[in-house]
């Protein structure tokens, strides 16, 4: 076998696949950071001065915003007046050679700058067209602007998070936008793959809202069956017990015993197999039903040692289990190091950052050296370069050092007139 192969440097599954981003803030900057992580080239088209509304979100960097590092990382950027015949003129070229449309505007705007997924679909057929907002585009409420926390709201997941006699709470991180990114990268996928077949481009929409649905679990379905409306619970899992935090003599820990049987093999690592004996514990239904007796007996044990103690009798019983760790404990995460799920992120700044790497790991991925910085984009940072392969090689366009310096205040803005949460 020729060693060489082996080692040679794999660019990913979707190389070949160019991305023309006009997203901002998360959703849809997510959605783009996953597809370049996965191979894809991605240009990120923003506005002239001020670029995506995150460059100006703390902490930062010197300069730089850690916030837009992370989600922007392995990206082109370029600003675009759509005012200017010239960089009309560039769009085009780039739409042409672009396989994937990615828009988190709100209904309606793109249409009105003359780029909407009616007139890609005839102009540039072969295009997968992809729009996320609050929404999606049908319905009544299709206009309305949605943050990550309106559709939570709206979804019902703050509904579900929190404890039982307290307030509502909003899930830890950015749910909605995040949910709604990572459905995005299923449509685009899906339709990459459809276009393979039969070399057209399709239309994705996604609706933040319906996403929040989507990832309602049994919640729905536990409402319809029971006619119980389904609501706070704390640490513990609804349908399953134990499956919930327990207090161990010098803190909480997570214990996972989703069936019977690992509840038995919990009684025995706990030392007191008798416990899966008593008939209110026999079932998981009536472990459930139980819940509070059973965290007392369980806890009764648990609090005569430390966590840890506990965590390795139970892992080497086979039964899941966890420390409740915070942030700054992933950082030094033997399984995340080894997976090489902490990266690091790099602007103008000579300092990078750390942050969660990419998750999928694939035979057709080259696994990145961590330590390695991805570097994000200045603003416009790629204008010359783009313009120099799309256009001045035959004479439309000739790159200057200044390109911008003609474009006037309303031009300036033209790509991103009608703006609002998505």
């Avoid at 506005?47 to 922007?72: E, L, Q």
């Avoid at 995040?178 to 339709?191: E, N, P, R, S, W």
């Avoid at 803190?251 to 690992?262: E, P, Q, S």
Wanted: aromatic content about 6%; proline content about 6%.
């Amino acid at each position: 076998m020729d060693q060489s192969s082996e080692t040679e440097e794999k660019k990913g599954p979707l190389s070949g696949i160019t991305v023309l981003d006009f997203s901002r803030v998360l959703a849809g900057p997510y959605c783009t950071m996953v597809l370049a992580d996965l191979g894809a080239r991605v240009i990120k088209v923003e506005r002239f001065g001020t670029g995506d509304d995150t460059r100006a979100f703390g902490p930062f960097v010197g300069d730089d915003s850690a916030y837009f590092m992370c989600f922007n990382r392995g990206k082109e950027s370029i600003s675009l007046d759509i005012k200017s015949p010239r960089d009309r003129e560039l769009l085009e070229r780039l739409l042409d050679s672009c396989d994937v449309v990615v828009e988190n505007f709100r209904p309606g705007v793109m249409e009105r700058l003359g780029y909407g997924p009616e007139r890609l679909a005839k102009t540039h057929p072969h295009i997968v067209y992809t729009s996320i907002s609050g929404f999606g585009h049908s319905g009544p409420f299709s206009e309305l602007p949605g943050y990550d926390m309106v559709v939570q709201a709206m979804g019902g997941v703050m509904s579900l998070t929190g404890w039982p006699d307290e307030e509502p709470a909003r899930v830890g991180t950015s749910f909605g936008d995040l949910g709604a990114a990572l459905f995005g990268v299923v449509g685009i996928l899906a339709a990459l793959y459809s276009r393979s077949r039969d070399a057209q481009g399709a239309r994705v929409d996604i609706g933040m809202l319906d996403c929040q649905a989507a990832l309602m679990e049994t919640a729905l379905a536990r409402y319809d069956v029971e006619g119980i409306v389904p609501t706070r619970t704390g640490d513990n899992h609804p349908s399953l017990a134990p499956f919930e935090t327990f207090m161990a003599g010098d803190g909480k820990f997570v214990i996972c015993a989703g069936n019977d049987t690992l509840f038995l093999l919990m009684a025995d690592a706990l030392g007191s197999p008798h416990l899966a004996l008593k008939p209110e514990f026999i079932t998981n239904d009536l472990r459930v039903q139980n819940r509070k007796q059973l965290v007392t007996d369980v806890e009764a044990i648990t609090q005569t040692k430390p966590m840890q103690h506990w965590i390795d009798a139970l892992n080497e019983a086979g039964v899941p289990c966890a420390p409740i760790n915070t942030i700054d404990q992933l950082f030094t995460h033997p399984q995340l190091l080894a997976r090489n799920m902490i990266v690091k992120v790099k602007g103008e700044n000579e300092r990078p950052v750390r942050t969660a790497g990419n998750p999928i790991k694939m035979s057709t991925l080259s696994e990145i050296d961590p330590e390695v910085p991805i570097q994000s984009p200045a603003l416009n940072e790629h204008r010359e370069a783009i313009l120099e392969e799309l256009m001045a090689n035959n004479g439309a366009y000739a790159p200057t050092t200044h390109a911008h310096e003609d474009v006037d205040d309303t031009g300036q803005v033209a790509l991103y007139e009608a703006v609002s949460a998505v």
